[in-house]
């Protein structure tokens, strides 16, 4: 890492602990056994060159933080946390272990969740809707819709922020029954539309849902926890990447479905009525 991309790190890692100590800058040099004027050099970005070893792990012993982490080489804020592999893969939970999206949406809480669905989103779906494609893995239809609740639970939580991009046209194909819907019966189709717009009107702005052209452009379905971890559904498994450079790259992917996106976030729930109606 370039010395001054690792200077930055490190300064924004110690602002962090300064504005989460609620000291003054003078008790929280104190604290950690530096001056306040070093305290000042440290902050304002003039100097590319990190502290001596012993202030830089006393900061992290104080503030109960990892080295790794205050040094912008983890987001791994625990002190006892091991070093992940920058890939993992993980087996889909079933019905006696449904601990790990829970654990990973846990840890992502008060940051931003990017959710591209494989085809509905999870939260959004009717009982109706969640039965017809429960036969597809090994999960029960109670626990789905057990999950589904959960997760909207989670969405209404004050600090929740959750994105989500889906083509436009798996919505067209759920109101003319083609596709993926073929089989699905048509009250049911419209029954999960109304379902779709009232909840999106209801959880907005903590959760936005965009709208892309998907012959146009093309996303696997994964999610973007934060900044720790992008998990890629690819059936009963998920491919889990840990490394920062790889979090970044799928934000960025994702940020490029919004800004490609068909139907903003504020439009979806009349733009889905309007769909229901026929128009």
């Not at 239809?141 to 991009?165: F, G, H, K, N, W």
């Not at 999960?192 to 999106?200: G, V």
Request: charged letters at 30%.
């Amino acid at each position: 890492m370039d010395k001054r991309d690792a200077a930055r790190l490190f300064r924004e890692r110690l602002e962090e602990l300064l504005k989460r100590s609620g000291l003054n800058r003078s008790a929280f040099a104190a604290s950690v056994g530096v001056d306040r004027s070093a305290l000042s050099q440290l902050l304002a970005g003039e100097v590319t060159r990190l502290p001596r070893a012993e202030t830089l792990m006393r900061i992290a012993g104080v503030h109960g933080v990892s080295l790794d982490w205050l040094l912008g080489l983890s987001q791994a804020e625990d002190v006892t946390a091991a070093i992940k592999p920058a890939l993992e893969l993980e087996e889909a939970p079933d019905d006696r272990d449904e601990t790990l999206l829970d654990a990973w949406h846990g840890e992502a809480a008060g940051t931003k969740i990017r959710y591209v669905p494989k085809t509905l989103p999870d939260l959004l779906r009717t009982d109706a809707v969640i039965s017809y494609e429960s036969s597809e893995n090994k999960r029960t239809l109670v626990s789905r819709i057990d999950e589904a609740q959960d997760r909207i639970a989670y969405t209404r939580r004050p600090e929740t922020d959750m994105e989500i991009c889906m083509p436009v046209q798996r919505l067209t194909d759920l109101r003319s029954g083609t596709g993926t819907w073929a089989d699905l019966a048509e009250p049911a189709r419209l029954s999960q539309l109304d379902h779709m717009a009232a909840l999106i009107e209801d959880l907005y702005p903590s959760l936005r849902l965009y709208l892309y052209d998907g012959l146009s452009h093309y996303s696997a379905p994964y999610t973007v926890f934060g900044p720790y971890r992008v998990s890629v559904y690819i059936g009963d498994m998920y491919l889990v990447l840990n490394a920062k450079e790889a979090v970044a790259a799928m934000t960025r992917h994702f940020d490029n479905l919004i800004r490609a996106a068909a139907v903003q976030a504020h439009e979806v729930a009349d733009w889905i009525r309007d769909l229901r109606a026929g128009d």
